[in-house]
């Protein structure tokens, strides 16, 4: 898959550019004082068409906000969300509307995410419905042929989302994001809420989709063995912002930021004989409404010195799109 | 249906204890000879009155025989009216229904769309007020807000009858006396029921389909809060048509409450145990009611047979 996603034949799906989500809280007894959390702070990244693009970051660290604003159900303080050349910022309701055939998203928890008065028909068939002009019984058709590809069948077509357990559930989600054809597919950590033995089956699905419908994927994780599975690049998110992003391969065997490195090291082992050298973490992720000054990650870093309270680190081209934001990367 | 008949048959014991309950208590309240008799009258006509009406008998006979003719559908006969008491009782159903319903409607019609808009603008002006305005709506007693009206409306403005019925327009105030009360505790939960929804991730997954909004809180949304809604919509129902006493006190509205205020006063025993009667049947009806419509809404609950 990597080779085949060299610079010539890449092509930009996406485009973003300088995103910025800053929350307004209001704190304090009479809630005078307003508090701002910048949970995406100055963001730019690309996503090339046919790719699947991993982010991974901690709790907090914006992830799921970028995905938001991805979609366009969220309103970026600053920067602009360009897909296949059309401003998402810019447009109006009616026009992001009429985008979500294009741009779909798979959500966490496949428990909350169904409607419990819906049943598979109504969930999946809605979206065509809405944006298609088929005929009810080409609808349901269609949700059929959908339920099939996703791994359901017929029988459970008028069944409630509580009849079925959380894999299934997780493929009604993901049949209802497939059934506009959507060229991009936001996957908000959809494995997390799930058993680790579903959780392969649903990221095996994934895989085969994304070829059969030559699909484009962000794949939001909390950690990087989920996203390694799926991902063709990685973007690692600390504090609102990308620290590092490169190819999957490039970013396991060479990662340049020291946080990179950190969450490399804390992937378990498969056998009790590697255990390597862990360099857990020190402290905990500083309070997105108050980030430390200069390189937000200088709190927690091994190597930090002087500059590095002081001045924020630029995202730097290390090796052909290898790009890390740190004034000491690691050779 | 099994879960269905098997509640019904849950309902006979629930009348039985209602029934001796409501015996015994109009028992021991007092003695309706005292009021029936003028004060002039001598102790043996007390005494031949009080035989005849079988009071001399020990309770558990006294209950025994009443049970024997209610179970034929016998209620006795009243003592103020001499008619047989159910059939009074039933007599004033149509003008408590009529009450209970427009109550109803009425506390519908403004808790909805209140609840509603105050979910959706959270922590605005207008939520400030839909909020502050219910509270004050179930903090004030029925029967202080039926005389303001009254007051307002029959006295200074002249719009409305002060009391009685027979047209649209004696209907008018006791529905609005009743219903902002209701509307009042309605409002509030419909407006935490829905802000539980609006934040739940499939109102984000309608969102994502591209959804009209407005859509999205109707068809979404509503039909979720709403279910909560139900249970206090038909439990209010029943203590609509039974407890309305004050209410129809105030307006002289010929419903059964204002049936069973005098008849206590009277101790016309026949016509308070009828009437209680029915009103159990009533409240029993529509918490069964509620069940099934509950069902009906929300297809994860399902009932064990």
Known sequence: ?331 | MRYFISNVIKIIPVLFLISLIVFILVRVTGDPVALMLPETATDQEREELREALGLNDPLYIQYFNYMKDVLRGDFGDSLRYNQPALGIVLERLPASFTLALSSMAVAVLLSVPAGIYSAIKRNTFSDLIITGASVLGKAMPNFWVGIMLILLFSVNLGIFPVSGSGTLAHLVLPSITLGTGIAAEMTRLIRSSMLEVLNSEYIRTARSKGLHEAFVINKHALRNALIPVVTIMALQTSTLIGGTLITETVFSWPGMGQLLVQAVNLRDMAVVQAATFIIAILVILSNLTADLVYRYLDPRIKYED
Do not use: W
């Open chain 1, 1 to 331: 898959m990597t080779t085949a996603l060299k610079k010539p034949s890449r092509k930009v799906l996406m485009e973003v550019r300088g995103l910025k989500k800053h929350f307004e809280i209001k704190k304090g007894t009479f809630k005078k004082e307003i508090v701002e959390v910048k949970a995406v702070d100055g963001v730019d990244f690309e996503i090339y068409e046919g790719e699947t693009l991993g982010i991974v970051g901690e709790s907090g660290c914006g992830k799921s906000t970028t995905g938001e604003m991805l979609l366009g159900l969220l309103k970026p303080t600053e920067g602009t969300v360009k897909f296949m050349g059309k401003d998402l910022t810019k447009l109006n309701k009616k026009e992001l509307r009429e985008i979500r055939k294009d741009i779909q998203v798979i959500f966490q928890d496949p428990y909350s995410s169904l409607n419990p008065r819906m049943t598979v028909e109504q969930i999946i068939g809605e979206p065509l419905q809405l944006h298609t002009s088929m005929s009810k019984q080409e609808i349901r058709e269609e949700v059929i042929r959908l339920m099939k590809v996703v791994g359901l069948n017929e029988e459970q077509l008028k069944r409630y989302p509580h009849e079925f357990s959380g894999g299934q559930r997780q493929r009604i989600g993901i049949a209802r994001a497939l059934a506009l054809k959507p060229k991009l597919i936001i996957c908000d950590e959809p494995v997390s809420a799930l058993d680790v033995s579903i959780q392969a089956q649903i990221l095996n699905l994934l895989k085969k989709l994304q070829k059969e419908f030559n699909l484009t994927l962000v794949f939001i994780a909390h950690g990087l063995p989920a996203v390694r599975h799926i991902s063709d690049r990685i973007a690692v998110m600390y504090l609102g912002k990308i620290v590092e992003i490169a190819e999957r391969d490039e970013l396991f065997a060479n990662p340049k930021h020291p946080y990179t490195e950190a969450l490399l090291s804390s992937i378990p082992v498969d056998h009790p004989r590697l255990r390597r050298k862990r360099e857990p973490l020190k402290g905990d992720l500083p309070n997105p409404a108050n980030p430390p000054g200069g390189c937000p990650f200088h709190t927690r870093c091994p190597y930090a010195q002087e500059i590095c309270k002081t001045s924020a680190p630029e995202l730097k081209d290390y090796h052909e799109g290898h790009l890390a934001a740190c004034h000491f990367p690691i050779e």
